[in-house]
């Protein structure tokens, strides 16, 4: 895909162009959890808000208010097309045809609406929130991050001439090439873009992911974007994320239910998707407490997605847990994907997949002749590895403005759940730096599910 990036952002009528295109424009996961909510919690009234964790970068104030209003209302006007529906329900996701529901597409062409939200600006950051039933509200997560992000990049652009952004883009992409070269010919290698949520924008996304299909091959494994694997006939990767846990733990009414609603949401999910979308995600509430008391059919799920541990600890971690339960470690995955970039890539590639020589750690891994050097590494597989590559893949503009700005650099944004049936919602994670919710219910939280095992870890993106 040949796009002039310089040109396209020095005179394009940035007033007519959306960020987001289509509906299919999302992380492939709020689609299946979208059935899901639809199928079991389809009254469930809820509340999201957008919080922006880099308080230094004052948003408000490089993105103007009517812009964001724009293009939120742009996205509720949008509708799934009908071809769009047609590949839901025929194409083949995770080697199987039909995870969708013919009454569940049908719902999404004539039943699906977006909720109502409310944009205030405070000390230079927006507040933005969604409320209303939760097949409503859901959608709104990824459509307003990547909304938010975009316009910071437009704003960032104000004032370079198109001399300048060739240059921005020349390194930019300068950039991009050093890092996937470093992973061209690692045997074995899985990685799939994951970078939808806080990419530069639309069109500089498409560009990575059809430079990852190239030069990587079958060894890129797909896209969390929905629209990219529609259009450019890619597979489409996913399954779930905190808010489902976050939910039902806030209807809990009792400490007995909250600290088992973990596992509820698990045999949920269980009994509405077959193993191949089985990859648990156990930190809302924190890994080792939730390894600890889960109940053993957790053992046969296919794997586990780690978000907010260290990799390593974490993936250590799950081995000893499956062998401590008689499952063997080989025949799991584990996928990585908190602020992923090459070099992590690399070593956990490294650490997981093989045996390191001795006196050399994965930080001795910086490229694919490392790891085919059988006096470094030789394959013997500890557990199936596989990496999210996502702010980092697709907004990594660091040190590329020509004139050492920092205004491309990426901001840690999120949307949570805030509410569930009226009682807050709670996140408490492996690293205490990315709870949120009320601090009193932060603090109840932490004495039903305790705190063994979670860190504080600076937090990049």
């Known amino acids: 895909m040949i796009v002039d990036f310089a040109e396209r952002a020095h005179n394009h009528n940035w007033d007519l162009d959306p960020v987001v295109r289509s509906l299919l424009d999302t992380d492939f996961y709020k689609l299946l959890m979208l059935q899901f909510i639809w199928k079991h919690f389809p009254r469930t009234q809820v509340s999201f808000s957008l919080f922006n964790r880099s308080s230094s970068v004052g948003l408000a104030e490089v993105i103007a208010r009517e812009e964001v209003l724009q293009q939120l209302e742009h996205v509720r006007s949008l509708s799934f097309l009908k071809s769009e529906l047609i590949w839901l329900a025929g194409n083949t996701f995770f080697g199987r045809r039909g995870i969708f529901e013919p009454d569940f597409v049908e719902w999404l062409g004539h039943g699906f609406r977006l909720s109502d939200f409310r944009l205030t600006v405070r000390e230079g950051q927006f507040h933005l929130e969604f409320s209303g039933l939760w097949t409503e509200a859901t959608m709104w997560e990824i459509y307003a991050l990547s909304i938010i992000n975009e316009l910071k990049s437009r704003g960032a652009f104000k004032g370079m001439s198109e001399f300048g952004l060739d240059i921005l883009y020349a390194q930019a992409k300068a950039k991009l090439w050093a890092k996937i070269e470093r992973l061209t010919g690692v045997p074995d290698l899985r990685v799939a873009d994951f970078g939808t949520r806080r990419r530069h924008s639309f069109l500089w996304q498409e560009y990575v992911v059809g430079a990852m299909r190239t030069a990587l091959g079958d060894n890129f494994a797909g896209t969390s974007n929905t629209y990219l694997a529609y259009k450019h006939n890619l597979e489409a990767v996913g399954t779930n994320a905190h808010e489902l846990p976050m939910a039902l733990a806030a209807m809990a009414t009792s400490d007995a239910d909250l600290k088992s609603s973990q596992y509820r949401i698990l045999e949920m999910w269980q009994n509405t998707y077959d193993r191949e979308i089985r990859i648990m995600l156990p930190d809302t509430y924190g890994t080792t407490q939730f390894l600890a008391d889960a109940p053993d059919w957790v053992t046969d799920w296919t794997g586990q997605r780690i978000d907010s541990k260290d990799p390593y600890v974490a993936g250590d971690e799950y081995i000893a847990w499956l062998e401590q339960r008689g499952r063997d470690p080989r025949k799991k995955l584990i996928i990585a994907s908190d602020a992923m970039d090459v070099e992590d890539i690399l070593g956990l590639h490294a650490y997981f997949m093989g045996t390191i020589a001795p006196g050399l750690t994965p930080r001795d891994f910086n490229s694919a002749a490392d790891l085919n050097d059988p006096a470094k590494w030789t394959p013997n597989r500890r557990i199936r590895f596989s990496a999210g590559w996502g702010t980092l893949l697709t907004n990594d503009f660091r040190g ?62």
């Open 400 to 461: 590329c403005h020509p004139n050492g700005g920092n205004g491309f650099d990426p901001a840690s944004l999120i949307c949570k759940m805030t509410e569930a049936d009226g009682r807050p919602a709670v996140k408490l994670s492996d690293n205490f730096t990315k709870a949120t919710g009320l601090r009193s219910e932060i603090a109840r939280y932490r004495k039903v599910f305790g705190t063994a095992g979670v860190a504080r870890i600076p937090v990049l993106v």
